[in-house]
């Protein structure tokens, strides 16, 4: 990866909607090779999605929850169905595998609390490998971003 693709990426994260002419003048590159950059780097896979991040008070003012997840016992196959779950439920907007005091963290919105409450009896209380979840209601959205600082190494 070279100074322009670091530039293109950096400015894409910000607007996924950047046309090839305006990533061309901040970029310093043509149209055509902006988009053949961009083409380029979706097929390595360093972009791996296009999103547009909604306000939650378009859909009715939704909760986000972010929830610690502990499993009954680590085993590949409990860890991999709970994965599953996870990835096949449209409230979850991320879940992360991870090490600490949880096997997962999950990050998921829900109408309201009783909203919330349903999803527990589903996904949770009805899992006999779940241990124990921990339930943390985000309050203000402070910085939401997917964002990863990319750094520009002049060449």
């Not at 016992?73 to 779950?85: H, N, S, T, V």
């Not at 600490?100 to 609390?113: E, P, Q, R, S």
């Amino acid at each position: 990866m070279d100074e322009f693709d670091a530039k293109i990426l950096i400015l894409v994260q910000q607007d996924s909607r950047l046309t090839a002419e305006k990533l061309s003048d901040q970029v310093g590159l043509s149209p055509a090779a902006c988009q053949k950059r961009l083409k380029k780097l979706r097929d390595r896979g360093a972009i791996t999605k296009d999103i547009s991040v909604l306000s939650p008070e378009i859909a009715g003012g939704r909760i986000t929850l972010i929830v610690e997840v502990s499993v009954e016992r680590e085993r590949p196959e409990i860890l991999d169905e709970f994965k599953r779950l996870m990835q096949k439920c449209p409230e979850v907007m991320q879940c992360y595998y991870v090490t600490g005091n949880a096997d997962f963290i999950v990050i998921l919105t829900a109408k309201d609390m009783k909203d919330y409450e349903e999803f527990t009896r589903e996904y949770f209380f009805q899992n006999s490998n779940i241990q124990r979840f921990r339930t943390n209601v985000v309050m203000d959205n402070v910085k939401v971003s997917l964002s990863i600082p990319i750094e520009i190494v002049d060449s």
